[in-house]
């Protein structure tokens, strides 16, 4: 069965701070993968996605992440982080099947300190 | 707003009561899904639909809960005999129909926070 795995459950930076938040996930076939984000009372929203092409894709806000397909990652990073970015961050897998049905990692925690 | 509505937004009630959630999903989207989230996961699959068809059904899908879409359109989740195990956050989201390109790109709404005293 498909898994998604964030390695990082609680992340505190400093405003300007660099940030690499990991995931790894299990399947062995052809996969979609996405960030989604989740502001303090907001709901789930779409940060970026990899569907095929360049393995660095850039989202909103500043964030990127790359897919390495031989580590099974896709780790999101954003050079200078905000205060405003403080919120949670899920990963999200679908197969390249039909049912457009994602499978999320635990989410992580990110609390940037002004 | 045109985005996913859920309603009601929060619901307390008593063990082996039911309750029913209901989603309303962006209009053009032929797919709609329903997830539930506790504290300090991830969401976690329970259904899908395209139109009024429900497609798939995660084993977390108790026979206490059924999820309906009768008219393609919003779709209702209700909850039989509820237990303090069930209480989270149950989230709706919706799609694209497929062959768009944009599968897994889910368009959530805010949520239906259950609990069960």
């Known amino acids: 069965a498909q898994s998604v795995s964030q390695h990082n459950h609680h992340v505190i930076l400093s405003e300007a701070a660099s940030l690499e938040l990991g995931c790894n996930y299990s399947?062995?076939?052809?996969?979609?993968l996405f960030w989604y984000v989740q502001y303090p009372g907001q709901h789930l929203q779409l940060l970026l996605k990899?569907?095929?092409?360049?393995?660095l894709v850039k989202g909103i806000k500043g964030f990127e992440a790359e897919f390495i397909k031989s580590k099974f990652s896709f780790n999101l990073r954003k050079p200078s982080v905000q205060w405003s970015d403080t919120a949670e961050y899920f990963c999200?897998?679908?197969?390249?099947?039909?049912?457009?049905?994602?499978?999320f990692g635990q989410g992580t925690t990110l609390q940037v300190k002004p | 707003d045109t985005g996913v509505s859920q309603d009601p937004r929060h619901k307390i009630t008593k063990r082996g009561q039911n309750v029913t959630f209901r989603c309303d999903p962006i209009?053009?989207?032929?797919?709609l899904y329903w997830y539930r989230q506790t504290l300090g996961q991830g969401p976690e699959f329970l259904t899908y639909?395209?139109?009024?068809?429900?497609?798939?059904k995660s084993r977390l899908l108790s026979d206490r809960f059924s999820a309906e879409r009768p008219k393609g359109s919003f779709s209702t989740l209700e909850i039989q005999r509820t237990e303090q195990g069930d209480s989270a956050m149950y989230l709706c989201?919706?799609?694209?129909?497929?062959?768009?390109?944009?599968?897994?790109?889910?368009?959530f709404g805010e949520g239906s926070r259950l609990t069960v005293l």
């Open positions: 989201a919706s799609s694209v129909p497929p062959g768009q390109g944009l599968l897994g790109e889910l368009f």
């Open positions: 399947y062995g076939g052809t996969v979609n």
């Open positions: 990899y569907f095929s092409g360049d393995p």
């Open positions: 999200a897998v679908t197969n390249s099947g039909n049912t457009g049905k994602l499978i």
């Open positions: 209009s053009e989207h032929n797919r």
């Open positions: 639909f395209q139109n009024e068809a429900q497609l798939e």
